[in-house]
C-alpha cells in the first residue's frame, strides 16, 4: 500500500465529501494517511478522524497560526499529549515549525513568536517521546536550530514536510534522523531544485506527501488565464498520491513498487506508534 504522510483530511474543502475521498484514495492503493493537526480548534477533529478510518494523527500548533495562539494552547497541547499518550493513531507532534516566507510573520516579534512556539513545542515532542512532522519555508538553517538547541536524538526523528532548502540542509536533517516529504511540487518540470533533490537524496530518507488539499500535482493546476476561461481546478485529495509516487519512480528511475515498498518502510520505521499499521495492512491486502 501507499501511505500519505501528510493529509488535512479535516479541512473544510472536504466537508461536503470527506468519506467518500477517503474511500476513493483507499481504493487507489492508500491504505493510510497521516492528518496532521494546525491549531488547538481542530485537535479532535484530526484524531476523530484518524480513528475513524484507521490512519494517523498528530497535534501542533502550526507556525501560521501562531500569530492567533496563545500559553493555554501550548498547556493544552501538552494535556492533549499525556492524555492521549497510549493512543496507537498519535504517532506526532505537528505540524509546527517556522515560515519565515510570509510577510506579516518575518517582523522581528513574530520571529522571536514562531521561535517560543517551535521550541516549546520541541520540547514537548521529548517529553513524550514523539518524532515532530515540521513545516518549513525560507527557514531551515534556523529550523536545524532548534533541533540542536534540543539535542534532538535520532532515535525521535520526523518528518521534514514539503522540503524544499538545499542538499546541505537534505543531509543535516537526514542525519538528525529525519525523512524529508516530496509531494505534488516535483511533478512540475520546472521545479528543477526539488526534482534534483528528489532524485538523488538516499531513497531510505524520503516518503511521500499530497498536502491535500493544497499543492496540487501538476495535473490538476489550471493557469490563471484557464481560470479566467471558466476553467475550474480540481481538488487535490490523497487519491492523487500513487501517480505522485509513479513521477518519482519515472525520476529516480527504479521500479514503482519498490519505491512504494521503501517510502511506506520508511514511515512505519519512523511512527513507531504505527502498531495498527501492520493490521491494516493485513486488512487492505484482503
Given amino acids: 500500500m501507499w501511505i500519505d504522510s501528510h493529509c488535512h483530511l479535516d479541512a473544510p474543502e472536504f466537508d461536503a465529501d470527506r468519506a467518500a475521498v477517503r474511500a476513493l484514495a ?8 497521516v492528518i496532521p493537526a494546525v491549531a488547538r480548534s481542530n485537535f479532535a477533529a484530526v484524531r476523530e478522524l484518524a480513528q475513524q478510518h484507521g ?13 492567533q495562539a496563545n500559553e493555554e494552547d501550548l498547556d493544552f497541547l501538552a494535556s492533549e499529549l499525556a492524555q492521549h499518550q497510549n493512543d496507537p493513531h498519535l504517532v506526532a507532534v505537528g505540524e509546527i515549525g517556522l515560515d519565515y516566507f510570509v510577510p506579516e510573520l518575518c517582523t522581528p ?36 536550530k532548534g533541533l540542536r538547541d534540543k539535542a534532538w536524538t535520532k532515535t525521535l526523528g520526523g518528518i521534514v514536510h514539503a522540503f524544499n ?23 512540475y518540470e520546472r521545479s528543477q531544485q526539488i526534482r534534483r533533490l528528489a532524485r538523488e537524496l538516499p531513497l531510505e530518507s524520503l516518503v511521500l ?23 475550474v481546478m480540481q481538488k487535490n485529495t ?28 520508511n514511515i512505519q520505521s519512523l511512527f513507531k506508534r504505527f502498531q495498527f499499521a501492520q493490521k491494516a495492512q493485513k486488512d487492505f491486502a484482503k
Avoid: N
Wanted: charged share 20%; net charge neutral; aromatic share 8%.
Fill in 26 to 33: 483507499r481504493q487507489a492503493g492508500v491504505g493510510l494517511c
Fill in 55 to 67: 490512519d494517523a494523527y498528530a497535534l501542533g500548533i502550526h507556525p501560521l497560526y501562531v500569530p
Fill in 109 to 144: 516579534a513574530m520571529r522571536e513568536r514562531q521561535w517560543h512556539f517551535y521550541t516549546v513545542q520541541l520540547a514537548l515532542a521529548k517529553r513524550f517521546d514523539l518524532p515532530v512532522i515540521v513545516h518549513l519555508r525560507r527557514s531551515a538553517d534556523m529550523l536545524l
Fill in 165 to 187: 532548502g538545499s542538499l546541505q540542509q537534505a543531509q543535516s536533517c537526514i542525519d538528525l534522523g529525519f525523512k524529508l516529504g516530496f509531494g505534488g511540487t516535483l511533478t
Fill in 209 to 231: 506527501e499530497t498536502d491535500a488539499p493544497d499543492i496540487a500535482p501538476q495535473w490538476l493546476y489550471v493557469t490563471a488565464a484557464e481560470r479566467a476561461q471558466g476553467r
Fill in 238 to 265: 490523497p487519491t492523487e498520491l500513487p501517480k505522485i509516487g509513479a513521477t518519482l519512480a519515472k525520476l529516480r528511475a527504479i521500479d514503482v513498487m519498490e519505491l512504494q515498498t521503501q517510502t511506506t518502510h
